[in-house]
């Protein structure tokens, strides 16, 4: 099998949406996503990324033998913040365990140093999913602490975790 990123192609809009139509992956993510998620929904994503600015925004197709599972993507940051990228990312509920975001991210983060002069990448996972923790950590991420309070979902009042890789 092989795992890889690759631009998003609007051909994709079924797969995306029935990966994110799920709410055990909703509620791992920020809030703004549609539930249903319908394959409307997948084509306005897919074609707001592909229009965008190319300098700031890496968005990427997570793909198993070419078929998406995920999406993962690196936002840079602006005003002094600008060589400093937030990571975001998910893959569906059938290719949970099996390592594949751990790869996706040291893939991810490997093309954005060598292709950008972003010397900063950081994620915010909710601290109560530890998978989400165990991948970043797993791919070299440094955990830098505990917001604690700093987000609602779902109607509660949820710590974050900050977690960082520096180009070396």
């Given at each position: 099998m092989h795992l890889s990123i690759r631009?998003?192609?609007?051909?994709?809009?079924?797969?995306l949406a029935e990966?994110?139509?799920?709410?055990?992956?909703l509620n791992n993510l920020r809030d703004g996503l549609p539930y249903p998620y319908t394959e409307q929904?997948?084509?306005?994503?897919?074609?707001?990324?592909?229009?965008?600015?190319k300098n700031s925004t890496y968005a990427f197709a997570i793909t198993l033998d070419d078929e998406v599972i995920g999406s993962i993507g690196v936002f840079r940051r602006d005003n002094i913040?600008?060589?400093?990228?937030?990571?975001?990312?998910?893959?569906?509920e059938?290719?949970?365990?099996?390592?594949?975001?751990?790869?996706?991210?040291?893939q991810v983060c490997e093309y954005i140093f060598e292709n950008?002069?972003?010397?900063?990448?950081?994620?915010?996972?909710f601290a109560h999913n530890k998978a989400s923790c165990r991948a970043l950590?797993?791919?070299?991420?440094?955990?830098?602490?505990?917001?604690?309070?700093?987000?609602?979902?779902?109607?509660?009042?949820?710590?974050?975790k900050m977690y960082a890789l520096i180009r070396e």
């Open positions: 631009e998003w192609r609007i051909n994709d809009k079924s797969a990966n994110l139509n799920n709410l055990k992956v929904d997948a084509e306005d994503f897919i074609t707001a990324m592909l229009s965008a600015n913040h600008y060589r400093t990228a937030e990571m975001g990312y998910y893959i569906g059938p290719y949970w365990g099996n390592g594949y975001m751990t790869n996706i991210i040291k950008t002069d972003i010397i900063r990448i950081f994620a915010e996972p950590e797993k791919a070299g991420f440094q955990y830098e602490g505990t917001l604690r309070s700093n987000a609602v979902k779902c109607g509660n009042i949820v710590d974050m």
